[in-house]
């Protein structure tokens, strides 16, 4: 296997199965997985067992994930009905990214208007930043603080959870990040809007929520480079794949063109005294 570091800061044109075979083992901090869905006709959708393909997906992540790391796989809500799981990852968590704005309109049934992300981990998570990843109170400050005086409250099983000013917890319902449309200055492509590409505000949240400045994170099925670009952004490595050439010309720009806005930035910006200085390089397509 060629040097992990050599591999990094790149999106990798590969076919992610197979790649990961020869990654050693617990070598990766998170997996952030938007692979197949099995719902759509596009080739890359084609799978026929979607469940199937979600547990040899897991059972290889738990194989290169590092102890108390973090797996998000993507998927609709049957995604990991039916397996069994917990030989190997650890589930805490299905979120459901919810979007009301979809225009699909069922006519025999409910509009499905969210995906989930089932959030794992190998063991007791390592790593969870509630502090980068709080959203606004909902709730009025005053009406809060009522309620937290209230005696059976005070004294109960709640008691340690009070009002913070900084912002609550996300929860496991996302209604805030919305999905892309054709005016959204991120997207890359009207090909890859509602399949393909997610919102860099979406990854960011899973990103800094699991990992920390450093760590390394396993991108399998990379499309438009929506996690490296975020990756790089918040100082964190990170190895992607993706199998389709065209997707992967158009992670690269994305990733030049952020290279390029991050060194126009450092001009304007004067590195500390004796601080050494690193320019980020261009992604590269192929796996050499």
Known sequence: MTELKSLEDRVLLCDSLKFMEDLPDEVVDVVICDGPYAVTAHAWDAVSQIQQFNLALLRQFSRILKKGGAVYLFGK??????????????????????????LAQGRLSYTNNYDVICYFSKGKPKTFNLEAIRVPQLVELEHRRRCENVPSVKSGQYSKTVFNDRGKNPGDVWGDIKQLTYKSKELASRELLN?????????????????????????????SGTVPVVCRRLNRRCIACEANPGFVRIAEKRLADLSESMSTLLL?????????????????ALLS
């Open 77 to 102: 809500a049957d995604c990991i009905d039916f397996i069994d799981y917990r030989p190997y990852l650890q589930l805490h968590s299905r979120i459901v990214w919810y979007q009301p704005s979809r």
């Open 195 to 223: 399949t393909i590409q997610k919102p860099e505000k979406l990854m960011e949240r899973l990103i800094k929520a699991s990992s920390n400045e450093g760590d390394l994170i396993f991108d399998p099925f990379s499309g």
């Open 268 to 284: 304007f910006k004067a590195p500390p005294e004796g601080a050494p200085t690193r320019c980020a390089e261009p992604a590269q």
